[in-house]
């Protein structure tokens, strides 16, 4: 497998490229090529209503999962139908798995601020000034963009700072002197502070790569010169990660992933999230983080109420953090809820990771023998109800996602969001067939996907909830249900995923030779 391949596989997995400097970035063939950096100061400050075009610099993460964060940040802050409004570009050579976006966004630059500083996979947004294949096109560029959007920023007021980085090679200290110093055409009259200057710019570099770096060698050498509109603040996850938490299960939900969904969710402060599958708590966690309320249930009473004692338990994770407990968490069945006769559109975001079979299985109310009529109905006598822990049976993935469906077309708000992980076969012939699960009350935003290994991933659905629960909406979601489990994912079915991943295949027989000339990256090659 090629260095460039590996090195995409791996940023699918959410995994950190092996790569000098700016922390990584990865770009193939054109979508929308821009004019010639001569005109590009023109192209980059087409103003609509106050909108401008932004350079948006992503970390090279979880690639799938990286518009979809910023247009939901944008439906945060901008409020409705802004998500819809943000207009993506790509810089030229370059393709959407490249770090580098230009993205239009329906605000100012308060927006852009609080997108960058909110996000999880956004390394700063900045007002482009220019651009070139060398550093004479650059300054072409610069010397073109409109005076009155340079000048604000130029002033004997303010203070500032350049800072150079680069990507795919490594710059000197030497080396970044000198290229700030070629920047004497522009001219600026503050004063320079390396701390805490009032005004950031940066330089953004890459090179014409070879072959032996995992990035690929089609593109060309570009360099980018900004002003920093807005910087991410990644601080919160070595402060919440999994390894120093007190309280964790194997399906603990890894601390960026339970970030992005929330952000997907849009967590906010006055804003109820639920969780059914809460397990440790991971998902309220960072819902609780950005500020909303929580409230999470479970099957297993010993996770719930238990934990690992009374220091180590799920309240344990809330108190460690300094946050807001969740309203109450409850031991109950999404195959049966508890809700009573008539509750509904009390959640504004239902998040969560359903269990769909291949680290841990899905269970329900009732055991084996009295769903198969064994057995009849019992009631568990007082004396015994406290230290009871009831029998469950096997839930199967289909039954569990029409489960959610159903729960969040009744208790979601109109305009609320269900944010929820999906599995997916990796194989030819699944891909190829591979269909979302449906509801008339929802539509569906976005669709992410993590690889999780050769054999299957697992797939982020973002869905909004479009319209009211009624009992026509009811019957139309068991049609679509019954159809989708009959005609198509035949795999979701008990114990079918978790064979399809662990089991022996005839392609898992081939030789090392034949497993490294299959292609590992799905995007486009020019």
């Known amino acids: 497998m090629s260095p460039y391949r590996r090195a995409c596989e791996r940023a699918r997995h959410g995994q950190y490229l092996d790569a000098p400097s700016f922390d990584s970035l990865h770009p193939p063939p054109p979508e929308k090529p821009l004019p010639p950096p001569s005109s590009t100061c023109r192209r980059y400050s087409d103003r609509r209503g106050g909108e401008m075009w932004y350079l948006c610099v992503f970390y090279h993460r979880l690639l799938d999962y990286r518009r979809p964060e910023v247009q939901s940040l944008a439906e945060l802050f901008g409020g409705p139908g802004a998500g819809d409004a943000v207009e993506w570009?790509?810089?030229?050579?370059?393709?959407?798995?490249?770090?580098?976006?230009?993205?239009?966004?329906?605000?100012?630059?308060?927006?852009?601020?609080?997108?960058?500083?909110?996000?999880?996979?956004?390394k700063g947004i900045y007002e482009l000034w220019g651009h070139g294949a060398t550093y004479d096109e650059l300054e072409k560029a610069i010397r073109e963009y409109p005076d009155e959007r340079k000048l604000p920023y130029l002033t004997p007021e303010s203070s500032f700072k350049i800072v150079v980085d680069s990507f795919g090679k490594v710059i000197s200290f030497e080396e970044q002197n000198e290229i700030i110093k070629g920047f004497t055409y522009i001219p600026f009259e503050g004063r320079v502070n390396l701390k805490k200057p009032d005004i950031k710019f940066f330089v953004l570099e890459t090179d014409d790569y070879g072959s032996q770096n995992g990035l690929p060698p089609v593109v060309q050498k570009m360099v980018f010169f900004g002003r920093e509109v807005g910087a991410a603040d990644r601080h919160l996850l070595p402060t919440y990660q999994l390894k120093s938490r007190k309280y964790i299960g194997p399906t603990a939900m890894d601390c960026e992933m339970a970030f992005l969904m929330a952000n997907q969710g849009l967590a906010r402060s006055g804003k109820l999230v639920y969780d059914p599958f809460v397990g440790t708590g991971s998902i309220l966690v960072a819902a609780a983080h950005f500020g909303a309320m929580t409230m999470g249930a479970d099957i297993d009473i010993r996770v719930v109420r238990d934990g690992r004692g009374p220091d180590c338990n799920i309240w344990s994770n809330f108190e460690q953090y300094k946050l807001p407990e969740p309203l109450?968490?409850?031991r109950a069945d999404n195959n049966l809820p508890p809700w009573r006769p008539g509750l509904k559109e009390i959640f504004d975001a239902i998040i969560c990771d359903p269990p769909y079979g291949v680290r841990a299985g899905g269970r329900k109310s009732g055991g084996r023998k009295l769903l198969k009529g064994i057995i009849p109905p019992y009631t568990v006598p007082d004396e015994k109800r406290e230290n009871h822990i009831p029998s469950t049976a096997p839930y199967s993935l289909a039954e569990c996602v029409h489960d959610l469906l159903h729960l969040a077309a009744r208790m979601l708000v109109v305009g609320g969001r269900l944010v929820f992980f999906y599995p997916m076969l990796r194989e030819d012939d699944a891909a190829g067939a591979a269909k979302f699960p449906e509801h008339p009350c929802f539509k569906l935003v976005s669709s992410c996907e993590q690889i999780l290994s050769l054999r299957y991933s697992r797939v982020l659905l973002t869905m909004v909830k479009v319209g009211p629960y009624t009992e026509e909406v009811e019957r139309m979601g068991e049609e679509r249900h019954q159809e989708f489990r009959e005609n198509h994912q035949k795999w979701m079915e008990e114990g079918n995923l978790h064979s399809a991943v662990f089991s022996p295949a005839e392609h898992d027989k081939k030789s090392e030779s034949d497993r490294g000339s299959k292609p590992k990256y799905r995007g486009k090659y020019v």
């Open 89 to 122: 570009r790509m810089p030229e050579n370059h393709h959407e798995d490249s770090p580098f976006h230009l993205v239009r966004l329906p605000g100012d630059e308060r927006l852009a601020a609080q997108i960058a500083n909110r996000s999880l996979l956004v």
């Open 328 to 330: 109450c968490v409850l």
